[in-house]
């Protein structure tokens, strides 16, 4: 049989599969998301996310060291707050004794290279345990942007790198910018979490904060799974209202939406891999189901290959010790 083309030839062997691959992730294409908690010498694991914890601030600083170490340059920090300091206005998000901002202040001036990324949302604070201001059962929009540029600035006085709009108000992106920019935060960055859904694949991460919501559900601001064209207002919207950085999240279950939005926008295009579809794989790896070095690098390699620049994931620190190890070959 004459077979001119034999795709097989170019998986013949390790050097050969190299030269074809045609995606790689680098450890610095990751974002490292870590919990904090107010305290001295804590480090309590998440119960739905094994393997991952919830430091103080002091804990924070040497967790950090070790990852810098490892080759991970950007840090996206959450705060777990005490059901005491919330309210429905979320005021504690930029007030002066917040241990969240001394937190990110202690971390620049220890490590400035570390680039630090915060979340911008009215959940972690708010009493109702939504991004934004309740009122009736209905997330108030206007009501909520004043409050979510006061927390961008005062992260930005902090010293945060990057900051990380996560709660899905009708635009907030501008008004961020705007804010940062009279401030004089000019060089701040805003990564916008542009198509973010409404998906029960958050349940992990709103059991490390507490921060689920006390009645209702997301829906209202959150996007609907079912919707990819949807898609392309909320990131144009957010690319004409000055974000550096457009994010997709979920990431495994909207591969599509990744890609989407990489063929229609010239900015980074950011995955997050969030916190249940992690913990999905850390259950079946403790049962033995699937082999985690293998499906681990897998599953993020494919958020890379559908067009993500930047992945958001609880994996990274594995990530980079199996890259230093030499199991992952670049
Ligand atoms: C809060 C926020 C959430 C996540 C990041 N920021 C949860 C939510 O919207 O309820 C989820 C991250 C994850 O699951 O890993 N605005």
Redesign the pocket.
Known sequence: MFQPRRPRRNRQSEAIRAHAQETRLHVSQLIY?MFLVDGKNIKSEVSSLPNNFRFSPDVLLQEIEECLNLGITTFDL?PAVDESLKDKYGSYSYAEENFYLHAIRAVKERFPEACIMT?V????YSSDGH?GVVENGIILNEETLPILAKMSVAQAQAGADII?P???MDGRIGVIRRALDDAGFINTSIMS?AV?YA?A??????DA?N???KSGD?KGY?MNPANRREALIEAELDMQEGADYLMV??ALAYLDVIHELKQNFPLPIAA???????AMLYAAAQNGWLDYERAMPEMLLSMHRAGADVI?T?FAKDYAKMVKAGKIKY
């Open positions: 998301p959450f979340d949302a009215l959940d972690p991004d990380g996560s709660d899905m979490y973010k998906s694949f958050y349940g992990p991460f709103r904060l921060s689920a919501p997301k959150q999240k979920p997050y891999n969030v916190s249940g579809e992690c958001l609880y």
